[in-house]
């Protein structure tokens, strides 16, 4: 087998391959046997006539797609590996030369990563980002923490507003039950908008022990559509009635709820990790405008198929996500009255820039013999052991050589991200005047 390359601007490449003879024959051989039970021949069983009478009476050519299929998928994945082409793209394939007893040709026209000059990356200036910490987020936390160590305490009075009953319902369209549509010692929170609009507001003033018939409309856009608009009753029993009790804000609290002694520890300790994310955040933002402004000086020609990828990606994680809530991707297109092509458009120019960013991070880790290490994939595969809560060898085990290589990119793009950070020149707006160099 021989091949040879032509490029064909920043992104493409023409592949040509020749084949020898005696493979294509290999595929016709494969191809009859496969095949041969579907052909009838005059006093021969199914399967049973030679290959000869089956191509004089069906044509030589009866046998060829299968063979050229077979040739094609024995050579290309070689030719690909061999060529060291970063190919990005599924091949258009064009038949050049096919016969019996001649060398098989073809050609395969396949997009690959761009080539392109890199623009300035070191020394880029950016301005320095802060978000200091507000002591608002500070209360935030602790009053998460307060909902978190509530107590529901039990009260005999009507239901009010932010109370939470527990109540058994079951409803009912033109006097069908509904399907799913029936609970026993069902926990409600008034005011929380669970249900359908109407049903809270009807339970505020009830009693416990009280039964209620309540009448409500389901909306035009429920998301079963045979409920959609229809008015229902539901029966309604009020079994309970609670209310939250917040723990006040005090060093016994400190104690219940952490592993410090003091309500200013604590304090301290949420404004640090508030600290951390606020600086993570900053960090992040300062990254893109460094990537932001290469990118503004490198012209990369991007492959179509590499932003359809990443597109790919972005809608598979929501139809995974929507699948976890017991919905498919395609009645929530329904639901929010948008087309596939049209879903996927708003993520388009997310993933040019996802696209352009890696690629320029990729080219400045080749130009800098940015590498990862042996110890640097070996803390890697013991965070991701960690994560999935397994023991290191076997993850490994379960680990393919791509998986593996996989891994070592993100770890080199990880590599570059810092690289170009370190050699910015982040620029702090302070009164003095002062640039700070990073």
């Excluded at 009260?155 to 527990?166: H, K, L, P």
């Excluded at 539901?234 to 609670?242: E, G, L």
């Excluded at 997310?350 to 080749?366: F, G, H, T």
């Amino acid at each position: 087998m021989e091949f040879k390359i032509e490029k064909k601007g920043t992104n493409k490449a023409i592949i040509e391959v020749e084949v020898e003879a005696e493979k294509f024959e290999e595929g016709l051989q494969k191809s009859y046997l496969k095949n041969a039970k579907y052909f009838k021949i005059p006093g021969f069983r199914p399967g049973k006539a030679p290959r000869s009478l089956i191509e004089r009476a069906y044509g030589e050519e009866v046998f060829y797609d299968d063979a050229i299929d077979y040739v094609l998928n024995e050579t290309y994945p070689k030719v690909i590996e061999e060529s060291k082409l970063e190919v990005v793209s599924k091949p258009e394939v064009d038949i050049v030369q096919v016969g019996k007893g001649k060398s098989f040709i073809y050609k395969a026209e396949v997009y690959v990563k761009p080539e392109f000059e890199l623009g300035q990356y070191k020394g880029i200036e950016i301005k320095k980002i802060e978000y200091p910490v507000a002591e608002e987020e500070v209360e935030h936390e602790l009053e998460h923490l307060r909902e978190e160590n509530a107590r529901f305490v039990p009260v005999e009075r009507e239901v009010m507003q932010g109370d939470i009953v527990t109540i058994d319902f079951e409803g009912f369209v033109d006097g069908e039950p509904i399907k799913g549509g029936a609970a026993q010692d069902y926990e409600l929170t008034i005011g929380s908008n669970a249900f359908i609009p109407g049903f809270e507001e009807q339970i505020i003033g009830m009693n416990k022990g009280e039964e209620k018939e309540i009448e409500v409309t389901f909306p035009e856009d429920y998301q079963e559509p045979s409920l959609a608009g229809k008015k229902a009753t539901f029966k309604v029993k009020v079994k309970d009635i609670k209310v939250k009790e917040l723990p006040e804000l005090d060093d016994e609290f400190a104690k219940d709820v952490s592993e410090f002694e003091t309500l200013e520890e604590l304090k301290a300790s949420i404004r640090n990790r508030i600290k951390e994310k606020n600086d993570q955040r900053a960090k992040d933002e300062m990254i893109d405008a460094i990537l932001e402004k290469i990118a503004q000086n490198t012209s990369i020609d991007i492959p179509e198929p590499m932003i359809e990828n990443q597109i790919n990606y972005y809608v598979e994680d929501v139809a995974r996500n929507l699948q976890y809530f017991g919905m498919t991707y395609e009645r929530y297109l329904q639901a929010i009255g948008k087309t596939d092509k049209e879903f996927r458009s708003q993520f388009r120019e997310r993933a040019e820039k996802a696209v352009r960013n890696n690629l320029i991070l990729e080219k400045i880790a080749k130009v800098e013999n940015i590498q990862a290490t042996d110890e640097e994939l070996q803390k890697e595969l013991e965070r991701l052991a960690k994560m999935y809560n397994l023991e290191v060898d076997k993850l490994k085990e379960r680990l393919s050589e791509d998986d593996i290589e996989y891994i070592k990119e993100g770890i080199i793009l990880n590599k570059a991200i810092d690289f170009i950070y370190e050699n910015a020149k982040i620029i702090s707006e302070e009164p003095q005047g002062e640039n700070q160099e990073n």
